[in-house]
């Protein structure tokens, strides 16, 4: 049985994930949920097409949004009104940087824990 701390998991095998949050008062400023919907903003220059993309309701990643941008100094992303085309969102510098430096913490902090998690994954029933 493979037990690599980075690999993706199939059938059998043991996944080890961070799940990084920053929170704000009582609010998850920036996670892992609100990193992915960005990702998906980001991807398809939609809010819809993102909370779709993702297995969310529009009404669940606009809210995501609204409270990582209320949590920001700057906005993540920003909306055009639609028109006959429909409207457009995209991520600021600022969605870019958050999405960038998490996606980084994620890496540096799994590389700088390799070999304990391997210890930990050890411990595990085969």
Not at 28 to 49: F, M, Y
Request: hydrophobic residues 45%; glycine residues 10%.
């Amino acid at each position: 049985m493979s037990r690599s701390p980075t690999a993706t998991p199939s059938a059998g095998q043991t996944r080890v994930a961070f799940r990084l949050r920053v929170t704000l008062d009582q609010v998850i400023a920036i996670g892992p949920g609100k990193v992915q919907l960005l990702e998906a903003v980001r991807d398809t220059g939609s809010i819809t097409a993102a909370a779709k993309s993702i297995g969310m309701s529009y009404r669940r990643a606009w809210l995501l949004l609204d409270e990582l941008n209320g949590a920001l100094k700057s906005p993540a992303i920003a909306s055009a009104k639609g028109g006959t085309t429909g409207g457009a969102t995209t991520l600021t510098d600022v969605g870019e940087q958050v999405i960038a430096l998490y996606r980084h913490i994620e890496r540096t902090a799994a590389e700088a824990c390799a070999a304990d998690m391997r210890r930990l994954l050890g411990l595990l029933r085969a």
